[in-house]
Structures are given as C-alpha cells and as structure tokens.
C-alpha cells in the first residue's frame, strides 16, 4: 500500500505543469484561505469571520473567478 501512495505523490510532481494549463475548479481554488473560512465558520459562526471570506472571496477573484 505504500508503494501506491509514494507512487501517486510521484506522480503528482510530475503532472503539475500540466494541471497550470487546465483552468482551476471553484471547488479546488485558493485552498489556503478556503480552510481558514471554513474552520472560522465551524468555530465562530459566518458573523465573525468577514475578514476571512473576503480574502477568499479576493482570492478567487485574482484567479479570474466572477464572485
């Protein structure tokens, strides 16, 4: 099993140029700010965490995403 995984992350260093020519799902976009909104959200309620998606919501933008 080990093998398999060594074997996918391999292979991932080996697609990435390709994966920049193919446009970005929404779903896949800016996942470093997506997870900072999502866990405020979880902990402190969508009220609190403005700061938060509206980084993502730039994020987004600055990869050409109309939100």
Do not use: W, Y
């Amino acid at each position: 099993m080990s093998t398999v995984a060594a074997a996918s992350c391999d292979s991932q260093g080996a697609e990435e140029p390709r994966a920049e020519k193919k446009p970005l799902k929404p779903c896949c976009a800016c996942p470093e700010t997506k997870k900072a909104r999502d866990a405020c959200i979880i902990e402190k309620g969508e009220e609190n965490c403005g700061h938060l998606i509206e980084a993502h919501k730039e994020c987004m933008r600055a990869l050409g995403f109309k939100i």
